[in-house]
Protein backbone atom coordinates (compact mmCIF):
# COMPACT_ATOMS: atom_id res chain seq x y z
CA UNK A 1 0.00 0.00 0.00
CA UNK A 2 1.46 3.23 -0.64
CA UNK A 3 1.70 5.66 1.73
CA UNK A 4 -0.85 9.44 1.68
CA UNK A 5 0.14 12.16 3.30
CA UNK A 6 -2.25 15.29 1.41
CA UNK A 7 -4.79 14.99 -1.14
CA UNK A 8 -6.28 18.24 -2.61
CA UNK A 9 -10.19 17.73 -3.56
CA UNK A 10 -12.52 20.24 -5.81
CA UNK A 11 -15.71 20.54 -7.26
CA UNK A 12 -16.19 21.83 -10.66
CA UNK A 13 -19.02 22.36 -13.62
CA UNK A 14 -22.46 22.30 -12.57
CA UNK A 15 -23.33 21.70 -8.76
CA UNK A 16 -25.13 18.65 -7.87
CA UNK A 17 -27.14 17.47 -4.40
CA UNK A 18 -24.42 14.78 -3.29
CA UNK A 19 -21.19 16.67 -3.47
CA UNK A 20 -21.46 17.72 -0.05
CA UNK A 21 -21.88 14.34 1.18
CA UNK A 22 -18.95 13.38 -0.83
CA UNK A 23 -16.47 15.64 0.40
CA UNK A 24 -17.57 14.91 4.33
CA UNK A 25 -17.27 11.46 3.54
CA UNK A 26 -13.41 11.75 2.09
CA UNK A 27 -12.56 14.57 5.14
CA UNK A 28 -13.80 12.14 7.56
CA UNK A 29 -11.74 8.94 6.79
CA UNK A 30 -8.89 10.92 5.80
CA UNK A 31 -8.53 12.67 8.95
CA UNK A 32 -9.20 9.07 10.51
CA UNK A 33 -6.35 7.80 9.06
CA UNK A 34 -3.93 10.54 9.29
CA UNK A 35 -4.22 11.92 5.88
CA UNK A 36 -4.67 15.93 5.67
CA UNK A 37 -7.26 17.16 2.84
CA UNK A 38 -6.92 20.62 1.05
CA UNK A 39 -10.21 22.01 -0.25
CA UNK A 40 -9.45 23.61 -3.86
CA UNK A 41 -12.45 26.11 -3.86
CA UNK A 42 -14.02 26.98 -7.07
CA UNK A 43 -12.67 24.13 -9.33
CA UNK A 44 -9.99 24.42 -11.93
CA UNK A 45 -9.79 27.62 -11.36
CA UNK A 46 -8.97 27.94 -7.47
CA UNK A 47 -6.07 25.04 -8.22
CA UNK A 48 -4.77 27.79 -10.92
CA UNK A 49 -5.04 30.70 -8.33
CA UNK A 50 -3.92 28.54 -5.13
CA UNK A 51 -7.53 29.64 -3.37
CA UNK A 52 -7.39 26.80 -0.67
CA UNK A 53 -7.60 25.92 2.52
CA UNK A 54 -7.59 22.90 4.72
CA UNK A 55 -10.33 20.85 5.73
CA UNK A 56 -10.92 19.51 9.32
CA UNK A 57 -13.81 17.22 10.19
CA UNK A 58 -15.62 20.40 12.00
CA UNK A 59 -15.59 21.87 8.06
CA UNK A 60 -18.09 19.08 7.08
CA UNK A 61 -20.14 18.26 10.09
CA UNK A 62 -23.66 18.19 8.77
CA UNK A 63 -22.49 18.32 5.52
CA UNK A 64 -24.90 15.09 4.43
CA UNK A 65 -27.93 17.78 4.80
CA UNK A 66 -26.88 20.14 2.34
CA UNK A 67 -26.97 20.68 -1.63
CA UNK A 68 -24.71 22.58 -3.60
CA UNK A 69 -20.94 22.47 -2.50
CA UNK A 70 -19.05 24.32 0.31
CA UNK A 71 -16.48 24.40 -1.84
CA UNK A 72 -18.60 26.46 -4.91
CA UNK A 73 -18.05 25.51 -8.31
CA UNK A 74 -16.85 27.51 -11.87
CA UNK A 75 -16.18 26.29 -15.04
CA UNK A 76 -12.79 27.87 -16.10
CA UNK A 77 -12.21 28.28 -19.54
CA UNK A 78 -8.39 29.16 -18.44
CA UNK A 79 -8.01 25.42 -18.09
CA UNK A 80 -8.32 24.98 -21.52
CA UNK A 81 -5.20 26.45 -22.38
CA UNK A 82 -2.17 24.14 -21.78
CA UNK A 83 0.13 26.87 -19.53
CA UNK A 84 -3.02 27.12 -17.20
CA UNK A 85 -2.94 23.36 -16.97
CA UNK A 86 0.92 23.50 -16.20
CA UNK A 87 0.41 26.15 -13.38
CA UNK A 88 -2.58 24.78 -11.57
CA UNK A 89 0.04 20.99 -11.70
CA UNK A 90 2.78 23.25 -10.26
CA UNK A 91 0.20 24.19 -7.41
CA UNK A 92 -0.04 20.65 -7.07
CA UNK A 93 3.57 20.76 -6.60
CA UNK A 94 3.69 23.11 -4.32
CA UNK A 95 0.91 22.10 -1.87
CA UNK A 96 2.62 18.81 -1.61
CA UNK A 97 -0.21 16.85 -2.76
CA UNK A 98 -0.42 13.36 -3.61
CA UNK A 99 -2.77 13.67 -5.94
CA UNK A 100 -6.22 15.44 -6.58
CA UNK A 101 -10.04 14.38 -6.52
CA UNK A 102 -12.28 16.35 -8.80
CA UNK A 103 -15.64 15.88 -8.51
CA UNK A 104 -18.08 16.92 -11.50
CA UNK A 105 -19.30 16.03 -14.88
CA UNK A 106 -17.74 15.59 -18.14
CA UNK A 107 -16.05 18.56 -18.40
CA UNK A 108 -14.62 17.91 -15.26
CA UNK A 109 -13.45 14.67 -16.18
CA UNK A 110 -11.81 16.05 -19.16
CA UNK A 111 -9.76 18.38 -17.47
CA UNK A 112 -8.79 15.99 -14.73
CA UNK A 113 -7.18 13.90 -17.80
CA UNK A 114 -5.58 16.54 -18.75
CA UNK A 115 -4.38 17.46 -15.50
CA UNK A 116 -2.93 13.37 -15.25
CA UNK A 117 -0.54 14.14 -17.98
CA UNK A 118 1.24 16.37 -16.29
CA UNK A 119 2.07 14.04 -13.68
CA UNK A 120 -0.92 14.62 -11.58
CA UNK A 121 -2.76 11.53 -9.93
CA UNK A 122 -6.46 12.40 -10.30
CA UNK A 123 -9.12 10.57 -8.88
CA UNK A 124 -12.81 11.22 -10.28
CA UNK A 125 -16.41 11.30 -8.76
CA UNK A 126 -18.98 11.45 -11.52
CA UNK A 127 -21.42 13.84 -9.77
CA UNK A 128 -24.11 15.68 -12.71
CA UNK A 129 -28.24 15.61 -12.21
CA UNK A 130 -28.19 14.97 -16.12
CA UNK A 131 -26.95 11.36 -15.24
CA UNK A 132 -25.10 11.79 -18.91
CA UNK A 133 -22.04 10.16 -18.35
CA UNK A 134 -21.11 7.00 -20.05
CA UNK A 135 -18.67 5.46 -17.70
CA UNK A 136 -21.06 4.87 -14.98
CA UNK A 137 -24.62 3.53 -13.86
CA UNK A 138 -25.14 6.18 -11.83
CA UNK A 139 -23.82 10.08 -11.43
CA UNK A 140 -24.63 11.93 -7.65
CA UNK A 141 -27.57 14.07 -7.93
CA UNK A 142 -29.54 12.33 -10.41
CA UNK A 143 -31.88 10.76 -8.03
CA UNK A 144 -32.37 14.21 -5.81
CA UNK A 145 -33.61 16.06 -8.71
CA UNK A 146 -36.01 13.90 -9.83
CA UNK A 147 -37.38 13.47 -6.37
CA UNK A 148 -37.38 17.55 -7.17
CA UNK A 149 -39.47 17.71 -10.27
CA UNK A 150 -41.68 14.81 -9.20
CA UNK A 151 -42.67 17.16 -6.14
CA UNK A 152 -43.14 19.94 -8.34
CA UNK A 153 -45.23 17.86 -10.83
CA UNK A 154 -47.45 16.65 -8.41
CA UNK A 155 -48.30 20.20 -6.93
CA UNK A 156 -48.88 21.16 -10.65
CA UNK A 157 -51.48 18.27 -11.05
CA UNK A 158 -53.49 19.37 -7.94
CA UNK A 159 -53.93 23.11 -9.61
CA UNK A 160 -54.12 21.53 -13.22
CA UNK A 161 -56.78 19.35 -12.54
CA UNK A 162 -59.11 22.32 -10.34
CA UNK A 163 -58.50 23.85 -14.14
CA UNK A 164 -58.83 21.39 -16.45
CA UNK A 165 -55.47 22.21 -18.01
CA UNK A 166 -52.35 20.72 -20.13
CA UNK A 167 -49.69 21.47 -17.74
CA UNK A 168 -46.27 21.44 -20.07
CA UNK A 169 -43.22 21.50 -18.03
CA UNK A 170 -40.04 22.17 -18.77
CA UNK A 171 -36.95 20.00 -17.07
CA UNK A 172 -32.73 20.29 -17.66
CA UNK A 173 -31.43 18.17 -20.23
CA UNK A 174 -30.06 20.05 -23.43
CA UNK A 175 -28.56 17.26 -24.65
CA UNK A 176 -29.56 14.05 -22.80
CA UNK A 177 -33.47 13.21 -21.37
CA UNK A 178 -32.99 10.93 -18.48
CA UNK A 179 -34.14 13.20 -16.25
CA UNK A 180 -37.56 14.24 -18.22
CA UNK A 181 -37.42 10.28 -19.00
CA UNK A 182 -37.18 9.11 -15.25
CA UNK A 183 -39.33 11.61 -13.91
CA UNK A 184 -42.14 11.84 -16.49
CA UNK A 185 -42.80 7.79 -15.79
CA UNK A 186 -42.52 8.44 -12.23
CA UNK A 187 -45.38 10.83 -12.76
CA UNK A 188 -47.56 9.20 -15.31
CA UNK A 189 -46.99 11.72 -17.61
CA UNK A 190 -49.33 11.73 -20.26
CA UNK A 191 -46.77 12.45 -22.79
CA UNK A 192 -42.21 12.73 -22.54
CA UNK A 193 -40.14 14.38 -25.07
CA UNK A 194 -36.60 13.93 -24.96
CA UNK A 195 -33.79 14.61 -27.43
CA UNK A 196 -32.67 11.03 -28.08
CA UNK A 197 -36.25 10.84 -29.98
CA UNK A 198 -37.68 12.02 -32.88
CA UNK A 199 -41.15 13.68 -32.17
CA UNK A 200 -44.19 14.02 -33.98
CA UNK A 201 -46.77 15.98 -32.18
CA UNK A 202 -49.79 15.10 -33.83
CA UNK A 203 -49.62 11.12 -32.76
CA UNK A 204 -47.20 11.90 -29.67
CA UNK A 205 -48.86 14.56 -27.94
CA UNK A 206 -52.10 15.78 -29.70
CA UNK A 207 -54.13 12.67 -30.64
CA UNK A 208 -53.12 11.68 -27.09
CA UNK A 209 -54.56 14.60 -25.40
CA UNK A 210 -58.04 14.29 -27.38
CA UNK A 211 -58.17 11.14 -26.93
CA UNK A 212 -57.87 11.42 -23.35
CA UNK A 213 -60.08 14.01 -22.92
CA UNK A 214 -63.05 12.22 -24.94
CA UNK A 215 -62.64 9.19 -22.39
CA UNK A 216 -63.10 12.02 -19.59
CA UNK A 217 -59.32 12.96 -19.27
CA UNK A 218 -59.19 16.41 -17.47
CA UNK A 219 -56.03 17.04 -17.15
CA UNK A 220 -52.88 16.09 -18.67
CA UNK A 221 -48.75 16.62 -17.82
CA UNK A 222 -46.58 16.81 -20.68
CA UNK A 223 -42.59 16.38 -19.88
CA UNK A 224 -40.44 17.91 -21.73
CA UNK A 225 -36.50 17.95 -21.62
CA UNK A 226 -34.84 21.25 -22.52
CA UNK A 227 -33.18 20.31 -25.50
CA UNK A 228 -36.39 19.32 -27.58
CA UNK A 229 -37.34 22.66 -28.16
CA UNK A 230 -38.88 25.86 -26.20
CA UNK A 231 -41.64 24.61 -24.22
CA UNK A 232 -44.01 27.82 -24.62
CA UNK A 233 -43.96 26.70 -28.56
CA UNK A 234 -45.30 23.29 -27.21
CA UNK A 235 -48.00 24.79 -24.95
CA UNK A 236 -49.03 27.16 -27.47
CA UNK A 237 -49.84 24.29 -30.24
CA UNK A 238 -51.06 21.99 -27.63
CA UNK A 239 -53.82 24.53 -26.83
CA UNK A 240 -54.42 25.44 -30.28
CA UNK A 241 -54.31 21.54 -31.67
CA UNK A 242 -56.57 20.43 -28.68
CA UNK A 243 -58.61 23.79 -27.54
CA UNK A 244 -57.60 22.63 -24.11
CA UNK A 245 -56.19 25.49 -21.69
CA UNK A 246 -52.24 25.19 -21.62
CA UNK A 247 -49.59 26.22 -18.87
CA UNK A 248 -45.91 26.61 -19.18
CA UNK A 249 -44.11 25.19 -15.99
CA UNK A 250 -39.98 25.65 -16.71
CA UNK A 251 -38.22 24.37 -12.90
CA UNK A 252 -34.99 25.35 -14.42
CA UNK A 253 -31.94 25.57 -11.54
CA UNK A 254 -34.67 24.42 -8.81
CA UNK A 255 -33.23 21.04 -9.91
CA UNK A 256 -30.06 21.26 -8.78
CA UNK A 257 -31.04 22.25 -5.18
CA UNK A 258 -32.55 20.74 -2.24
CA UNK A 259 -31.32 18.08 0.52
CA UNK A 260 -29.41 15.09 -1.40
CA UNK A 261 -31.40 11.78 -1.15
CA UNK A 262 -30.89 9.18 0.84
CA UNK A 263 -29.16 7.55 -2.70
CA UNK A 264 -27.08 10.46 -3.29
CA UNK A 265 -25.52 10.94 0.20
CA UNK A 266 -25.18 6.78 0.33
CA UNK A 267 -23.65 6.61 -3.04
CA UNK A 268 -21.80 9.65 -2.55
CA UNK A 269 -20.14 8.63 0.79
CA UNK A 270 -19.15 5.45 -0.60
CA UNK A 271 -17.39 6.93 -3.32
CA UNK A 272 -15.71 9.23 -1.40
CA UNK A 273 -14.03 5.82 0.26
CA UNK A 274 -13.40 4.32 -2.59
CA UNK A 275 -11.41 7.45 -4.15
CA UNK A 276 -9.26 7.71 -0.77
CA UNK A 277 -8.48 4.17 -1.30
CA UNK A 278 -7.59 3.96 -4.97
CA UNK A 279 -4.36 5.85 -3.92
CA UNK A 280 -3.35 3.81 -1.35
CA UNK A 281 -3.20 1.13 -4.36
CA UNK A 282 -1.19 2.80 -7.18
CA UNK A 283 -0.45 5.60 -9.27
CA UNK A 284 -3.12 5.31 -11.90
CA UNK A 285 -5.31 8.15 -12.30
CA UNK A 286 -9.07 6.23 -12.59
CA UNK A 287 -12.39 6.93 -12.05
CA UNK A 288 -14.98 5.87 -8.95
CA UNK A 289 -18.11 4.36 -11.18
CA UNK A 290 -21.12 2.31 -10.11
CA UNK A 291 -21.37 -0.90 -12.46
CA UNK A 292 -23.86 -3.62 -11.79
CA UNK A 293 -24.97 -1.60 -8.86
CA UNK A 294 -22.18 -1.47 -6.76
CA UNK A 295 -18.89 0.96 -6.71
CA UNK A 296 -16.12 0.12 -8.78
CA UNK A 297 -13.38 2.18 -10.63
CA UNK A 298 -11.91 2.29 -14.22
CA UNK A 299 -8.92 4.24 -15.81
CA UNK A 300 -9.73 8.06 -15.74
CA UNK A 301 -8.73 8.10 -19.53
CA UNK A 302 -11.18 5.51 -20.82
CA UNK A 303 -13.89 7.95 -19.30
CA UNK A 304 -14.10 10.83 -21.94
CA UNK A 305 -15.47 9.46 -24.61
CA UNK A 306 -18.14 7.49 -23.48
CA UNK A 307 -21.87 8.52 -23.96
CA UNK A 308 -25.15 7.09 -21.91
CA UNK A 309 -27.58 5.88 -24.13
CA UNK A 310 -31.22 6.87 -23.36
CA UNK A 311 -32.89 3.84 -21.64
CA UNK A 312 -35.30 2.58 -24.47
CA UNK A 313 -36.29 -0.12 -22.28
CA UNK A 314 -38.15 2.73 -20.31
CA UNK A 315 -38.67 4.59 -23.16
CA UNK A 316 -41.12 1.95 -24.75
CA UNK A 317 -42.18 1.39 -20.57
CA UNK A 318 -43.51 4.96 -20.94
CA UNK A 319 -45.38 5.07 -23.63
CA UNK A 320 -46.76 1.49 -23.00
CA UNK A 321 -48.32 2.26 -19.51
CA UNK A 322 -49.39 6.10 -19.98
CA UNK A 323 -50.99 5.89 -23.22
CA UNK A 324 -52.98 2.83 -23.05
CA UNK A 325 -55.80 4.14 -20.85
CA UNK A 326 -55.98 6.73 -24.20
CA UNK A 327 -56.13 4.20 -27.08
CA UNK A 328 -58.36 1.89 -25.24
CA UNK A 329 -60.66 0.07 -28.67
Known amino acids: MKTIKRIGVLTSGGDAPGMNPVIRAIVRTAVAEGISVIGIKRGYAGLINGDVQE ?74 IDNDMGCTEYTLGFDTACNTILDAIDKLRDTGQSHERVSVVEVMGRHA ?86 RDRATGAQMGVRALDIFKEGDESKAVIVKGGVIDDMPLSDTTDMKRALDQTMFESCNRIDTSWYWDK
Do not use: M
Open 177 to 262: GHLALYSGIAAGATAVLLPEQDVDFEHDVADVIRRGAIRGRRHHIVVIAEGVGHATDYCRRIEEATGIESRVTVLGYIQRGGVPSA
Open 55 to 128: LKNADVDGLTLKGGTILYTARCDEFLQPEYREKAAKTCKYLGLDGIIAIGGDGTFKGAVELSKLGVQVVGIPAT
